[in-house]
């Protein structure tokens, strides 16, 4: 019987690891399950390798309140500072396993995990498995023939020396424009709006001053209703007529990502719309089981600091409710 199982090694699942040790829970009573090869996938994914990872981001104050904390780092040093983590603190992660069931008995106060490759018992359970295994998709139908230049991440391909047209007006948005320029690509935006008032000031000036340069083209106003496969290139049709139909070499969608609904929904946590409910230091309504991270920002998704003091915030109400230390 494990104290606490944590589903997901991102930001969220190892602080929330960090502060379970840290509050006294013995290291081999803590278990992380995490389903792909690696912690942090999300990051390695998503993020661009010259990325500047900032400490404030998406307007959620760069103020620590738990263990862990980061100022601004590259991709590189953010990846680094995760694995001395898993170190120093000796976290038991298990890699390449996905959860797919869970039973709560309530006379017990225990949880039944079910995943690929076993069963195992907690107390307690944690959920940060984040908002991006499922990358909002458009509206419109996507060619399959045209699967190797649509994508939804900046790394699953090396984009150089191409015509790519990017799709969004977050951060992402901005941080996928500013990498692919600097690779030597042609690089246009297309954006339903008229001005970008979700970006920081920091992508927002990064933007722009490329724009002005000439280096992005800003589609702004701008909405697609068809990609067409014009010789095994996306061709793109807009619903405004100042912006022709173009072919690209490839098109970046930069939408970001929404709550996992329906496996949240299958462990019995409730919802009111699209947002989980919860309580006290994040614990949804089944007793014991925690949703952290990501999960637990709301629809504007969180950051790392915000999944570092989510973490911190769950444990107290873990000791405090659940686990004696
Ligand atoms: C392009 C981009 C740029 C960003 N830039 C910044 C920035 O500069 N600064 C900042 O603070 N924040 C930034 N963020 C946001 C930040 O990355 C997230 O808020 C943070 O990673 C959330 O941490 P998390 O642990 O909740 O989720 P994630 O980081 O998404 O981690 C979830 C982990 O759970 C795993 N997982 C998923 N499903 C399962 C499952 N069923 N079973 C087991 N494991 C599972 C995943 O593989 C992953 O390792 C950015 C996000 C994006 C997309």
């Keep these: 019987m494990y104290s606490i199982i944590i589903i997901g090694a991102g930001p969220a699942g190892l602080s929330m690891a960090v502060e379970s040790i840290v509050s006294g829970i013995p290291t081999e009573k803590i278990l992380v399950l995490e389903k ?7 990051i390695r994914k998503y993020y661009p390798e010259n990325k500047l990872v900032t400490a404030n981001y998406k307007g959620f104050e760069a103020v620590c309140i738990g263990t862990l904390c980061i100022p601004d780092l590259s991709k590189h040093e953010t990846i680094s500072y995760l694995d001395t983590v898993i170190d120093e603190y000796k976290i038991r992660v298990q890699y390449e396993e996905t959860v797919w069931k ?5 006379n017990e ?8 490759k076993g069963t195992y018992q907690s107390r307690v359970m944690v959920i940060g498995i984040g908002i991006l295994g499922k990358p909002n998709k458009p509206e419109y139908k996507l060619p399959l023939s045209l699967k190797e230049r649509l994508l939804f991440d900046i790394t699953s ?4 020396d191409s015509r790519v047209l990017v799709v969004g007006g977050g951060d992402s948005a901005s941080e996928y424009c500013q990498y692919l320029v600097q690779n030597n690509n042609e690089v246009s935006l297309s954006y339903r709006r008229g001005d970008f008032t979700r970006m920081n000031h920091i992508n927002n000036d990064s933007l722009q001053a490329l724009a002005e ?13 068809e990609i067409i496969d014009q010789d095994g290139k996306p061709r793109v049709v807009f619903q405004e007529q100042e912006y022709a139909g173009e072919a690209f070499d490839y098109i970046v969608y930069a939408l970001g990502g929404t709550t996992p609904e329906n496996f949240l929904k299958t462990l019995g946590i409730e919802f009111n719309g699209k947002e989980p409910v919860l309580g006290e230091g994040y614990e949804t309504n089944v007793p014991g089981l925690f949703l952290v991270g990501d999960l637990s920002a709301g629809t504007k998704g969180g950051s790392i600091i915000w999944a570092f003091n989510s973490a911190n915030t769950a444990i107290k109400r873990i000791t405090g409710k659940y686990l004696d230390v």
């Design 157 to 160: 391909s090396q984009i150089a």
């Design 109 to 116: 106060q225990s949880f039944t995990i079910y995943t690929d």
């Design 213 to 225: 340069a000439g280096k992005v083209r800003l589609l702004l106003n701008s909405n697609i209703t």
């Design 102 to 106: 869970m039973d709560y008995d309530a």
């Design 36 to 42: 792909a090869q690696e912690h942090s996938f999300s």
